[in-house]
Every structure is written in structure tokens, then in C-alpha cells.
């Protein structure tokens, strides 16, 4: 049986009384947006300038104060400084906000941007940016995430390297002196910020680093870079890959043994490395390799293999360059494109730096963010290339804490190494990387000092 839909026909009075309920949600519709627009949005127009602003919406009270003072004093200066001027060209004077908003777990931030126009070629724009700390429940600037009172000279210092690569990669040819300027230790120049996943980000506005025609330049730092500069609750990447999982040892075994670090230079290399490698599990030991950042592609599975076993895995640079004869910029870049090349091969990062020929002073210890180590036995096996000389050397001279200074370029320094293990590990020495004996010896390294044995 078909059943056929009842038509619903309304009264007069229902179809009235529909009709209202209609206008009324409209009218209440309408009302909340016009409500909307002016608690985030203002225009104001008269003959002679165009004001629009563009107020953040976000639901922290403190920031949306701090921006409204911010917005309203700058719209006063702006209708100060057009107040007598008579001579109009025929285009207005304008007033415009615009704001970016970032937002993660621990941290609210507002990055208000002010264009203003007032005659000449161009827009003037003035950046202004507020941070809210949700643990602290405060608002906060940059000094308040770096780690100590140094951290700012070092943050302006990676970021020198950052903008002047920037430069490069994008054929800008940023002015050097220029660029110092902007980035001089000082928290005003680095306002504008973002902790975002890859790292830190910061944004340097038109004229700061760069001419007017660069426009807004924005570096990222990655994390691992930032150790000891930012604190590290807001260093947001993933530690435990920078950790040896497999092979880390048992460092109590060790406790009441004498300690000796055997480092080795300029390789890595195929035969020499690989030989060395093969026998440390003789005298249970691990090295520290101060390897070459141009050598590191070459022999990779070398290294992975070093690295995997354990063994400490140091920056000797890229291309063996005195850094003291380097700008600031080339110093920065020898020890980092060697550092990316290690992670490369490694997933791991470094935070030792030995300066080729020992060469180093606070300026670039300053630059490189990193633990310098140097040594106190040197065995000049490059120039004598003697296993029973390097052996006998290193045997005389061995104290607990030393920093033996070898080269795995060389087969008879590899030999001469071993040599010297087997000897004075009948005299309770314990071979151990520069971790470890920090670890071990219950030291701090820091990063301004130079280490020439660990005691």
C-alpha cells in the first residue's frame, strides 16, 4: 500500500510567527559579527590617512593588553607626525597592523608587524612580538630562555654564521659590518622568535641585518646547536638517538683504574682505522677520533663502525685550516659542515672540537659552542713513524688524566698505540674516550676552557 506525505500548510499567524523567529536569529547573527569586528578589527579614514588595524585574537589577557598599548601608542605617533604636514600628495597616509601567532605547550607568541606610510618610497614597518610563558604564567622575552648570562653572545654568534649563510645560499651579499651590527649582544635584537619542530627561529626585520630590499630575513637553528645557550626544557628534539644505545660500557669497572685517553687525528682512514678497531676489544678500550670533515664521506662505513663500537667521535674541522688566520664566518663554517657531516653518517651530534695545530683563542671558543680538547703527550708519530719510539714515549710519560695526541693516517701509529696499551695495562691504566674520563673523574667541561688533560 503507497501512502502518500501529508503537506504541512502554515496559518497566517504560523507563517508571521516563523518569519520573526527568522529575523531574529539573523539580527543575532549579524550583531555577534558586528560585535567581533570591532573588538578585533578598527578602520578609521579621513581625507588625508587610512587607519586599519588588525588586533590578535588570541584569549591571553595579558597579551592582548600589551598589544593594544603597543598598536595605540604607535597609531598616536603616526597622527603626531602627519598632524602639520599640509603639502598631501595624492596618496593617503596609512596605518596598518598585521600580527603572526605561534603557539606549543609551554609557550604563547604574538608577532605584531606595523606598516606605516608617510611620504618617500616606501612603507616603514616596526616589529613588535610578545611571549607568554604558560609555567610561569608571565610574559616573557628571549633573556628569560637562555641558559646563563653568556648565552646571548653565543646566540648572536650562531646567528651571524646563520644570516651570513643565508646570504650566501641566496647570492645577497649581505654587508659584513652591517650584519655585526644587527646582531650586537644585545635582547632587543633578537625580539622576534619561534620555537618551532626543527628548532629556533628567528626573524630579523627589513634593516636590521640587511638593506631594505633583503626584506625580512629568518634563520633556523636547529636544536642540537643550541645546547648550553637555550634551557633545556625548550630544547625540543630527541636526545636519545645522540646516545650509544649498544655498546655504552660500564664505567664503575673503571673507578680504581689509572686513566689515559688515546685520541687520534686527520683520519679517518681505511687501513689504519679499521686496524686499530679491530684490536681495541683486547684491552677494553675506546679512543676518541678527531676526524676531518673532508674525509668523512670517503670513509663512512669506517666511521660508522667506530662510532657503533663505542668510541668517541670529535670535529678536527673540514680542511685542517688554521681558525685563528679564519673570518668568523669561515670558523663557524669548518666546524659545522664537519659536525653535519659526522651526524650524517653517525645520527649523532659532536660537542668536541679539537683546532687543527692547537690553535684556538676565546673568540673562537666562543664560536664554536663545543668542548676544546688538546693534549699533553705529544708522540710526533707523523714525524717519526716508529712503533717502539711512540710506544716507548707514551709509556714514560703516561699519568692519570692524560690526552695522548696520535694520528690513524698511519699504520705505525696504530702499532705504536697498541703497543703502549699492552704495556700499561699491566700498570692498571684503563683506556677510556674524553667522556668517559670526564664521566668517570666526576668533571664539568665547559666550553671557554682549553683541555689538556682531564684531572
Given at each position: 500500500m503507497k501512502y502518500k506525505k501529508k503537506k504541512i500548510k502554515l496559518t497566517k499567524f504560523g507563517k508571521i510567527f516563523f518569519s520573526l523567529i527568522g529575523i531574529f536569529i539573523i539580527s543575532i547573527f549579524m550583531l555577534s559579527i558586528n560585535s567581533f569586528k570591532h573588538r578585533f578589527y578598527k578602520v578609521e579614514e579621513s581625507d588625508k590617512y587610512l587607519i586599519e588595524i588588525n588586533y590578535p585574537q588570541v584569549k591571553n589577557k595579558s597579551i592582548i593588553a600589551y598589544s593594544k598599548e603597543y598598536i595605540k601608542n604607535m597609531e598616536n605617533d603616526f597622527k603626531n607626525n602627519i598632524e602639520g604636514i599640509t603639502d598631501l600628495n595624492s596618496a593617503k597616509y596609512e596605518f596598518k597592523t598585521d600580527y603572526e601567532i605561534t603557539e606549543n605547550e609551554?609557550?604563547?607568541?604574538?608577532?605584531?608587524?606595523?606598516?606605516?606610510?608617510?611620504?618617500?618610497?616606501?612603507?616603514?614597518?616596526?616589529?613588535?612580538?610578545?611571549?607568554?610563558?604558560?609555567?610561569?604564567?608571565?610574559?616573557?622575552?628571549?633573556?628569560?630562555?637562555?641558559?646563563?648570562?653568556?648565552?646571548?653572545d653565543k646566540l648572536a654568534n650562531i646567528s651571524y654564521y646563520y644570516v651570513m649563510k643565508y646570504s650566501d645560499e641566496n647570492d645577497l651579499n649581505f654587508d659584513e659590518k652591517m650584519v655585526k651590527s644587527g646582531l650586537e649582544c644585545?635582547?632587543?635584537?633578537?625580539?622576534?622568535?619561534?620555537?618551532?619542530?626543527?628548532?629556533?627561529?628567528?626573524?630579523f626585520p627589513p634593516l636590521q641585518v640587511a638593506c631594505h630590499a633583503a626584506g625580512e630575513i629568518k634563520i633556523l637553528i636547529p636544536y642540537n646547536?643550541?645546547?648550553?645557550?637555550?634551557?633545556?626544557?625548550?630544547?625540543?628534539?630527541?636526545?636519545?638517538?645522540?646516545?650509544?644505545?649498544?655498546?655504552?660500557?660500564?664505567?664503575?669497572?673503571?673507578?680504581?683504574?689509572k686513566l689515559?685517553?688515546?685520541?687520534?687525528?686527520?683520519?679517518?682512514?681505511?687501513?689504519?682505522?679499521?686496524?686499530?678497531?679491530?684490536?681495541?676489544?683486547?684491552?677494553?678500550?675506546?679512543?676518541?677520533?678527531?676526524?676531518?670533515?673532508?674525509?668523512?664521506?670517503?670513509?663512512?662505513?669506517?666511521l660508522k663502525r667506530a662510532y657503533?663500537?663505542?668510541?668517541l667521535i670529535?670535529?678536527?674541522?673540514?680542511?685542517?685550516?688554521?681558525?685563528?688566520?679564519?673570518?668568523?664566518?669561515?670558523?663557524?663554517?669548518?666546524?659545522?659542515?664537519t659536525n653535519d657531516a659526522i651526524k650524517e653518517v653517525t645520527n649523532s651530534d659532536t660537542l668536541y672540537l679539537r683546532p687543527p695545530y692547537g690553535n684556538t683563542d676565546s673568540e673562537i671558543r666562543n664560536l664554536a659552542n663545543m668542548y676544546n680538547i688538546l693534549w699533553d703527550l705529544d708522540t710526533e708519530d707523523w714525524k717519526?713513524?716508529?712503533?717502539?719510539?711512540?710506544?716507548?714515549?707514551?709509556?714514560?710519560?703516561?699519568?692519570?688524566?692524560?690526552?695522548?695526541?696520535?694520528?690513524?693516517?698511519?699504520?705505525?701509529?696504530?702499532?705504536?698505540?697498541?703497543?703502549?696499551?699492552?704495556?700499561?695495562e699491566k700498570e692498571g691504566y684503563a683506556f677510556v674516550t674524553i667522556e668517559e674520563m670526564a664521566i668517570i673523574k666526576n668533571i664539568d667541561l665547559e666550553k671557554d676552557k682549553n683541555y689538556y688533560q682531564i684531572q
Open positions: 609551554d609557550m604563547l607568541g604574538v608577532h605584531l608587524i606595523i606598516y606605516e606610510y608617510t611620504g618617500g618610497a616606501h612603507y616603514i614597518r616596526h616589529d613588535k612580538s610578545y611571549y607568554y610563558e604558560k609555567d610561569e604564567e608571565k610574559v616573557v622575552s628571549i633573556t628569560d630562555f637562555l641558559e646563563d648570562e653568556k648565552s646571548l644585545d635582547p632587543k635584537n633578537f625580539e622576534h622568535f619561534n620555537f618551532i619542530d626543527a628548532g629556533l627561529e628567528i626573524i646547536e643550541l645546547e648550553g645557550i637555550i634551557k633545556s626544557k625548550y630544547l625540543n628534539y630527541n636526545k636519545s638517538e645522540d646516545e650509544h644505545v649498544n655498546n655504552t660500557r660500564n664505567l664503575k669497572e673503571f673507578s680504581n683504574k689515559i685517553a688515546f685520541t687520534f687525528d686527520d683520519g679517518p682512514s681505511y687501513i689504519a682505522t679499521n686496524k686499530l678497531l679491530d684490536n681495541l676489544d683486547r684491552y677494553n678500550a675506546r679512543v676518541t677520533f678527531f676526524v676531518l670533515g673532508s674525509r668523512v664521506n670517503d670513509y663512512n662505513v669506517t657503533d663500537m663505542g668510541n670529535g670535529s678536527h674541522t673540514y680542511s685542517h685550516v688554521d681558525l685563528t688566520t679564519l673570518n668568523n664566518f669561515n670558523v663557524m663554517e669548518e666546524i659545522k659542515k717519526y713513524k716508529d712503533p717502539e719510539r711512540i710506544a716507548n714515549y707514551i709509556v714514560e710519560n703516561a699519568h692519570d688524566g692524560a690526552i695522548v695526541l696520535l694520528h690513524d693516517l698511519y699504520e705505525t701509529s696504530v702499532d705504536g698505540a697498541l703497543l703502549a696499551m699492552e704495556r700499561l
